[in-house]
């Protein structure tokens, strides 16, 4: 089995601590392995330097980054074979950015795991962040790109609150 998770939401939700956390759980499991994708690091450098500048990303920006989190997480399902989970850390905030990810990833079962946070959290987290370049200023019009999944749509979605543990999302992914 390989098996692509992808931890999705909106800036300052925690999808790298989430995706760090349950990479760990993953390797702890017998014949399993866990590979983790920073999906920041494959923008290019000018739309991280817009991001920095407050300027939020069109559609025409995302879309090669989308194909770059494709390309890396296919790679590193093909490298690292099969009982392998590729994590990637990556906004995906409209449906069409899911599908597109879903339609790229050949070979891997897709998963997403969206963290739906409160926006007073969002921006405590984003304020005391340090050294990224997506600020409290991004929030507002992250929340309005936004197109939460709904479950009966989009029936590879495990959605998970701050009070969800990550233990048990990865039993809900992995069981």
Same mark, same amino acid.
């Given at each position: 089995?390989?098996?692509?998770?992808?931890?999705?939401?909106?800036?300052? %939700?925690?999808?790298?601590?989430?995706?760090?956390?349950?990479?760990?759980?993953?390797?702890?499991?017998?014949?399993?392995?866990?590979?983790?994708?920073?999906?920041?690091?494959?923008?290019?450098?000018?739309?991280? %330097?817009?991001?920095?500048?407050?300027? *939020?990303? &069109?559609? &025409?920006?995302?879309? *090669?980054?989308?194909?770059?989190?494709?390309?890396?997480?296919?790679?590193?399902?093909?490298?690292?074979?099969? @009982? =392998?989970?590729?994590?990637?850390? %990556?906004?995906?905030?409209?449906?069409?950015?899911?599908? =597109?990810?879903?339609?790229? $990833?050949?070979? %891997?079962?897709?998963?997403?795991?969206?963290?739906?946070?409160?926006?007073?959290?969002?921006? &405590?987290?984003?304020?005391?962040?340090?050294?990224?370049? /997506?600020?409290?200023?991004? $929030?507002?019009?992250?929340?309005? =790109?936004?197109?939460? *999944?709904? *479950?009966?749509?989009?029936?590879?979605?495990?959605? /998970?609150?701050?009070? =969800?543990?990550?233990?048990?999302?990865?039993?809900?992914?992995? @069981?």
């Amino acid at each position: 089995m390989k098996l692509a998770v992808v931890i999705m939401g909106v800036s300052g %939700c925690g999808k790298s601590t989430f995706a760090k956390k349950l990479a760990g759980i993953v390797d702890q499991r017998e014949a399993m392995r866990s590979v983790f994708i920073e999906g920041d690091d494959l923008h290019s450098d000018s739309s991280k %330097c817009s991001m920095a500048q407050g300027i *939020p990303l &069109t559609d &025409t920006d995302r879309e *090669p980054w989308f194909k770059r989190i494709a390309a890396s997480v296919v790679e590193s399902a093909v490298v690292e074979g099969d @009982n =392998t989970v590729v994590i990637v850390a %990556c906004s995906a905030l409209k449906r069409k950015y899911r599908d =597109t990810l879903r339609d790229s $990833l050949s070979g %891997c079962e897709v998963r997403f795991v969206y963290l739906k946070v409160g926006r007073d959290v969002l921006v &405590t987290r984003l304020q005391n962040r340090e050294g990224h370049f /997506a600020g409290v200023s991004l $929030l507002q019009s992250q929340l309005d =790109t936004l197109e939460e *999944p709904v *479950p009966s749509i989009e029936r590879d979605v495990v959605i /998970a609150s701050d009070a =969800t543990s990550v233990d048990d999302v990865a039993a809900q992914l992995l @069981n």
